[in-house]
């Protein structure tokens, strides 16, 4: 009776250990229960040789989580690389809404995040294939993948329809991030061939072979020739590159100061700026003042000083009643740029104590500091008493104040005859034309804005002697790319960041980027197809793999068994106890029962 029971104790022990050879998997266990949850080894099955990766409903998913991946991915880059104009942006929504929030940073997160998720969901599915296993998605999953869906499709299109123009700046992005986005996609595909080729051969139909490895080949084929198709302007020969871009800030500093007001002009002095750029209009009395929009809502306290009149027009206030509206408490407390935070409290207090500036005070600022200065003069609405005689009446203050070769004059009504008046003044167009119209119009700057940048342009414009000067760039990249194509100087809310940059961003010589094309396209050639060899070897049973029985069913493939395949192999082993221990097989039979 006792030897019976050790001989029974040791059956149960080692059946106990071979069930948890093959229960003991916490990675698949892992990548499975995040995937579908199905954290039991029951719940998942093991692709077999000549099965396909999934069923009909779970391929379904796996594509459309690909699509979504790229979907979302395409939008997170747009609206990440759309960054420049989020101030924009966020004006707009005030002015749609009524009330000021950070929309912008929002739609980042939310798109980052679901980016993230759907991005992780790709890796699970991913590693899941790598290691032999049949892809079941949970529905809570296939349900975030939808969201994720139509969000990013009703995005883009709300914001291709709003601000279609920020396509331009996602070409000109490419334009510098290109070369690293080549890089990036090689090695997502050297990653892919790994489950590729597992599944390349384990597949017993030739037609899906070849559709696979097909498809494959052409998109990695396709990425190797892309650069052959690809331009920067930051790719320029050693010596080439030209001065930095002269600084214009865009109403002063508005990052570290209210915009259009004193304090924000002298910051951007401060900060490096070679010139200021601001928007002029008439007050009611004849006064020209510094306002961007046509109402008093936005920059100002007029809904407190005068509740009733806050729709009015900006040019239907006297001077006297604009200097009792305060210009600053609106920085601090909407911290547009999010900035404020960065502010010594004597910075906090002294915005908010500014007040709407004249333009004989902006003029002063430029003329101590010989700054140059780019306004936009405004026309007065109809019934306005100065609507017919306003540029009389900015000359008037022009050249009463600061020397008339500082200005650069933008407004292009009656150019001729302001020309006439004053030939000192520095005629700016905001448009592009030929060579000849500028040329009549006494033009000598182009202001563009930045979505026009173009080297060739630039370069044609600088032969004449016409200096191009782009507006509104406020990030490095962009700064770094305009920089590269050689325009004369910018318009910015960022001088202070913009005048520490010592050299463009991603500037590298045609060498180099050849270097790192010809040796990125090598290496990912070497890598995939070492795992292609390295997965016919394993698959086709060569010696270096599987020396001996014990070898190959100890390896990876083998490590995760079906049901069918688990309980042929516990028949071996109870058989070898049976013939071992010399047991009936209905003792067997009930011991495998328990």
Known sequence: MPVTRLKLGKLKVVRRQLLQRYEHQPFVSCLAGLYGCQWRRYQRARAQPGECCCSKVECVSFGLLILTFFLSFLFLYFWSEAQNDYNDFDWFNFGTLGFWFPWSLVLLVVAAALFTYIALLLVLAVCLLSEGQRLYLHWSHKSGIVVTLVFSITATAILSDLWSKEWKTLLLSLQVTAPFLHVAAVLLMAILSWPIALHFFRMNKKVRQ??????????????????????SPCIKEAGTLGPAPALIGHRGAPMLAPENTVMSFKKAVDAGGEGLETDVTISYDGVPFLMHDSTLRRTTNVAEVFPNRTHHDASMFTWAELQQLNAGNWFLSRDPFGSVSSLSEADRLHAQNQSVPSLAQFLEVASHSGKLVLFDL????????????????????????????????????????????????????????????????????????????????????????????????????????AWCAGAQSVTTNSVHILSSLGK????????????????????????????????????????????????HENGPYSKFRTGSELLNLQRRWTGSWDHRLSFPRSHLSKISGQ
């Open 504 to 551: 463009p961003l991603f500037l590298m010589t045609p060498e180099e980027y050849n270097l790192m094309w010809l040796l990125t396209d090598a290496v990912s050639a070497f890598l995939i197809t070492a795992v292609f060899i390295f997965h016919w070897w394993r698959e086709r049973g060569l010696t270096f793999w599987s020396s001996s029985r014990q070898n």
């Open 378 to 481: 405004r026309r007065p609405p109809y019934g306005h008493p100065y609507s017919q005689v306003y540029i009389n009446l900015t000359l008037q203050v022009v050249q009463a104040v600061i020397n008339s070769s500082q200005v650069l004059w933008l407004p292009p009504e009656d150019r001729q005859l302001v020309q006439t008046m004053d030939p000192e003044l520095q005629q700016t167009s905001g448009q592009m034309a030929s060579i000849q119209e500028l040329a009549d119009g006494h033009i000598t700057r182009l202001n563009l804005h930045y979505s026009t940048m173009s080297e060739q342009q630039i370069s044609k414009y600088r032969s004449e002697n016409i200096s191009t000067n782009l507006y509104v760039i406020s990030q490095p990249w962009l700064y770094s790319l």
């Open 210 to 231: 070849v559709a696979v490895l097909g498809l494959y080949l052409s998109i990695l084929f396709s990425l190797y020739l892309v650069p052959l198709g690809m331009y």
